[in-house]
């Protein structure tokens, strides 16, 4: 029967083996390039779909759209859009119409009890905090006209910077969305 069992192992790995749509490569994995994604045309299309501004942040030298996806606050679509950072870091944010209880409700329902505030470009963002190493810091600023949600695996000035370009990009023009 071993011998039955090691016959039928060896002609899987020779079947398999020469269909080259696997391989063997020791050691840990190496990071390679960051598939990038169109954020901008993304975005410019949600901001037809949704009740409230939408901006695309134009992030500076290093940072890379690699996510762009829908997500449903407090039963309205949120665009969100996430880049790799120039540490390799990873930034998400979410754009919402919804109040500040609602955006952070809606958000996950992993629980950060702890708050911190910080002031950013004149604007006051709410930092969210858990002691769990398994949720997300979650940065939480009032746009005026919308709700920015900011979590990822980055640095604090990271966080920072992504929400002060936000804060600084106009919203998306209604007649450049329809264009898009």
């Given at each position: 029967?071993?011998?039955?069992?090691?016959?039928?192992?060896?002609?899987?790995?020779?079947?398999?083996?020469?269909?080259?749509?696997?391989?063997?490569n020791p050691g840990?994995?190496?990071?390679?390039?960051?598939?990038?994604?169109?954020?901008?045309?993304?975005?410019?299309?949600?901001?037809?779909?949704?009740?409230?501004?939408?901006?695309?942040?134009?992030?500076?030298?290093?940072?890379?759209?690699?996510?762009?996806?829908?997500?449903?606050?407090?039963?309205?679509?949120?665009?969100?859009?996430?880049?790799?950072?120039?540490?390799?870091?990873?930034?998400?944010?979410?754009?919402?119409?919804?109040?500040?209880?609602?955006?952070?409700?809606?958000?996950?329902?992993?629980?950060?009890?702890?708050?911190?505030?910080?002031?950013?470009?004149?604007?006051?963002?709410?930092?969210?905090?858990?002691?769990?190493?398994?949720?997300?810091?979650?940065?939480?600023?009032?746009?005026?006209?919308?709700?920015?949600?900011?979590t990822g695996a980055?640095?604090?000035?990271?966080?920072?910077?992504?929400?002060?370009?936000?804060?600084?990009?106009?919203?998306?023009?209604a007649s450049a969305?329809?264009?898009?």
């Amino acid at each position: 029967m071993f011998l039955n069992v090691l016959i039928v192992v060896v002609l899987m790995l020779v079947g398999v083996g020469a269909t080259g749509l696997c391989s063997y490569n020791p050691g840990g994995p190496e990071a390679g390039p960051v598939h990038e994604v169109d954020a901008e045309t993304f975005l410019n299309m949600e901001a037809r779909a949704v009740d409230f501004p939408v901006r695309f942040p134009q992030m500076p030298e290093g940072w890379v759209t690699n996510s762009a996806r829908r997500t449903m606050i407090d039963g309205q679509p949120a665009p969100v859009v996430g880049w790799v950072t120039p540490d390799r870091g990873y930034l998400q944010l979410t754009q919402t119409g919804a109040a500040f209880d609602a955006a952070v409700a809606g958000h996950d329902d992993k629980l950060r009890p702890e708050e911190r505030t910080e002031t950013i470009e004149g604007t006051e963002a709410r930092v969210l905090l858990s002691d769990d190493n398994d949720v997300r810091d979650l940065w939480v600023v009032d746009a005026g006209d919308a709700r920015l949600l900011v979590t990822g695996a980055g640095t604090d000035d990271e966080f920072r910077q992504l929400i002060s370009t936000a804060l600084h990009t106009a919203p998306i023009a209604a007649s450049a969305a329809s264009a898009a």
